[in-house]
């Protein structure tokens, strides 16, 4: 069983920052893709970034891209998500997922197995 659990939430104003934390309590996140997504009331879960199961790579959202960063210590069993210049649009809530194994990386929310409870993030204008 995996167990995935985010942190660093919060409320920020827009142009601020956020850094948030994915560490598997359960199981592991060594050597797998990792991603994040987020989803608003009302709205699919949509993908915001993406880190191969080695770090080599790593993709995002038009939205985010230039702005969040997203990197991992598997030394820590921990995935990263460094949010820059958020803007009110940013406002969600953050989920944290790990892939099936088989890919290198994912983008899609039908190719993560395990998922955490997620963490709010709200951006005031």
């Known amino acids: 069983q995996v167990q995935l659990v985010e942190s660093g939430g919060g409320v920020v104003q827009a142009g601020g920052s956020l850094r948030l934390s994915c560490v598997a309590s359960?199981?592991?996140?060594?050597?797998?893709?990792m991603g994040w997504f987020r989803q608003t009331p009302g709205e699919e879960r949509k993908f915001v970034a993406a880190?191969?199961?080695?770090?080599?790579?790593?993709d995002y959202s038009d939205s985010v891209k230039g702005r969040f960063t997203i990197s991992r210590d598997d030394a820590k069993n921990t995935v990263y998500l460094q949010m820059n210049s958020l803007k009110p649009e940013d406002t969600a809530v953050y989920y944290c997922?790990?892939?099936?194994?088989?890919?290198?990386?994912?983008?899609?929310?039908?190719?993560?197995?395990?998922w955490g409870q997620g963490t709010q993030v709200t951006v005031s204008s």
């Open positions: 997922a790990r892939s099936n194994q088989l890919f290198t990386i994912a983008t899609e929310v039908g190719e993560y197995e395990y």
């Open positions: 359960a199981g592991t996140v060594r050597e797998i893709a």
């Open positions: 880190i191969a199961w080695n770090g080599g790579t790593t």
